[in-house]
């Protein structure tokens, strides 16, 4: 209750630059999309907000812009959807149904099939491309042998770009140890 007091007479006078600390650390889900509607909000009204937080989910789902702050030393940052594009794995995600074997086939064939499988009434396949091959070519590929039903490419979560950049820098450092 407390926390909700004190985040109420923070925003009362609507001022131009907030400073979050772990915002929604204590708060059932309710209260956590109460805040994060009164947020969104603020930053809509033009203010300026800075969270300190270990939820990326909540960075995700909040932040226009990001700084990954690793042992106090900036590891990444910039534009969310930016970031989470550089540290992409080139993973594609089809759902499809028609011609399973075939799809198979083709997709082993042309591009690194991770995964395959039954999902209900249709198929699900998870691939990775190689560098320069593009989403369309994965659709053109298998196009006349099934129905797709959606088509995604996937990016890491910002959970795992954090993850990813972290282990990065620390293997030299682990190295000098050695």
């Known amino acids: 209750m407390a926390q909700k007091v004190q985040f109420i007479v923070t925003i009362l006078h609507e001022p131009s630059l907030l400073i979050f600390d772990e915002p929604f650390s204590g708060f059932d889900p309710i209260n956590t999309t109460l805040l994060k509607e009164e947020i969104l909000s603020l930053r809509d009204k033009g203010a300026t907000i800075i969270f300190s937080t270990h939820n990326m989910a909540s960075v995700e789902e909040l932040c226009d812009h990001i700084s990954l702050i690793n042992n106090g030393k900036a590891m990444i940052e910039g534009p969310t959807p930016e970031v989470r594009k550089a540290y992409k794995q080139n993973l594609v995600n089809i759902d499809f149904s028609g011609e399973q074997e075939k799809v198979e086939n083709i997709l082993s064939d042309r591009f690194e099939l991770q995964t395959l499988q039954a999902v209900d009434d249709h198929f699900s396949a998870r691939l990775k491309m190689q560098d320069g091959q593009t989403v369309n070519e994965v659709l053109s590929s298998v196009l006349d042998h099934c129905h797709i039903h959606s088509c995604q490419e996937l990016l890491p979560s910002m959970n795992d770009v ?9 293997e030299p450092a682990q190295k000098q140890e050695s």
């Open 162 to 170: 954090f993850i990813q950049v972290v282990n990065q820098k620390s």
